[in-house]
T-cell receptor
């Protein structure tokens, strides 16, 4: 079955602390993995995609096919990082549905 | 570019009524997909349309239907509304085959069924 699991509903850290948002997936084949973020009162936005291997707003995510994981990391959290983060996968090429995890709320305290 | 736009922003209906939600994709994007987001959960896939043809359907009853127009805009229709249909309905546009399957989401239509 195709599934995305985000085990933490809430991750609470202090400003300057490292952050790791966990994401595990189940998919037979080669999926595309994404991280989406939703700031308060804003639309769901694409943060990262694994094929780009980019760093956005200091966040990185590495696809580990052996562990079927795509954890999101940032070495030093900022208060403006507080938001809802969703991990998602789809089949390659954009012709398939996007499957989301339940989301993790990141709260960064001053 | 204004990004993906959706209308209306909010809607209140009663059980048994019908509702139509609208979406305009990013210019140049030929695929539109619809998602339902219930409070506290991640978005759930409803439909995907590409070049005006249905390319995928999620696990939703036949009360849900959609279509895509020649200008690539789309409508989602829900008949015989139930209380459980109350949710945020998201539209996303994408450009399949462009090297990535990234979807770009609209602000959503919040539907409340009383």
């Amino acid at each position: 079955a195709q599934r995305v699991t985000q085990p933490e509903k809430l991750l609470s850290v202090f400003k300057g602390a490292p952050v790791e948002l966990k994401c595990n997936y189940s998919y037979s084949g080669s999926p595309e993995l994404f991280w989406y973020v939703q700031y308060s009162r804003q639309r769901l936005q694409l943060l990262l995609r694994h094929i780009s291997r980019e760093s956005i707003k200091g966040f990185t995510a590495d696809l580990n096919k052996g562990e079927t994981s795509f954890h999101l990391k940032k070495p030093f959290a900022q208060e403006e990082d507080s938001a809802m983060y969703y991990c998602a996968l789809s089949g390659p090429g954009g012709y398939n549905k996007l499957i989301f995890g339940a989301g993790t709320r990141l709260a960064v305290h001053p | 570019d204004a990004g993906v736009t959706q209308s209306p922003t909010h809607l209140i209906k009663t059980r048994g009524q019908q509702v139509t939600l609208r979406c305009s994709p990013i210019s140049g994007h030929k695929s539109v997909s619809w998602y339902q987001q219930v409070l506290g959960q991640g978005p759930q896939f409803i439909f995907q349309y590409y070049e005006k043809e249905e390319r995928g359907r999620g696990n939703f009853p036949d009360r849900f239907s959609a279509r895509q127009f020649p200008n690539y805009s789309s409508e989602l229709n829900v008949n015989a509304l139930l209380l459980g249909d109350s949710a945020l309905y998201l539209c996303a546009s994408s450009s399949p085959g462009a090297g990535t399957g990234a979807r770009y989401f609209g602000p959503g239509t919040r539907l409340l069924v009383l």
